[in-house]
């Protein structure tokens, strides 16, 4: 089992403009672009990022193949602002296809990236309990990852209780 942050580069495409000057408008986060998942392994000490890796591209809403970087495991946060700062290219990548203005404005905005990321490294979660806070808004898709665990026998039921839970 695997925990820690994700961070995904997502598009945001324009939506038509709805009611008065000062209606509330819709704002759809859409499209994933890329996505790092700096992630531990439950089974060794936090902050290893023994199973950080990334997706250099999706199809449609599917990650590619994991990509592995030795800069990543060693120092993740680095590693995640380089990638931020040069919009995906840091690590030989194509770069993403942002809007112009996006694309100048986001290599600024770094440090609050990586800033946020960390509040939800690996090494933050020191409990079953704290974890599950962290994630509770993604319980479902946790629920499918442990019901597709290749070795159920191994998984550590205590661990995972919260998650197991009936949903909200």
């Known amino acids: 089992m695997e925990h820690g942050a994700r961070i995904e580069i997502r598009e945001l ?4 403009r ?13 499209r994933p672009l890329w996505r790092a998942d700096l992630f531990d392994r439950l089974a060794e000490p936090p902050g290893n990022f023994s199973a950080a890796h990334y997706h250099p591209q999706f199809t449609d809403n599917e990650p590619s193949a994991r990509f592995w970087d030795a800069a990543l ?13 040069s919009l995906g ?4 990548g194509a ?3 942002l809007d112009p203005g996006d694309a ?16 939800f490294g690996p090494a933050e979660c020191r409990s079953a309990a ?6 509770r808004d993604v319980q479902d898709a946790v629920q499918l990852m442990i019901a597709t ?3 159920p026998e191994h998984l550590d039921r205590d661990r995972v209780a919260p998650w197991l839970a009936r949903s909200r």
Do not use: K, N
Request: glycine share 10%; charged share 15%; net charge negative.
């Open 149 to 151: 665990v290749r070795a």
């Open 130 to 135: 704290e974890c599950f806070q962290l994630t």
């Open 89 to 92: 290219t840091a690590a030989g």
């Open 13 to 16: 495409p324009r939506q038509p």
């Open 73 to 85: 495991s060693t120092d993740p946060w680095t590693w995640l602002g380089d990638q931020i700062t």
């Open 95 to 97: 770069g993403w296809p």
């Open 18 to 30: 709805r009611g008065s000057e000062s209606a509330s408008q819709l704002t759809t986060v859409d």
């Open 104 to 119: 100048a404005e986001l290599p600024g905005l770094a440090g609050a990236v990586v800033a946020t990321a960390r509040q």
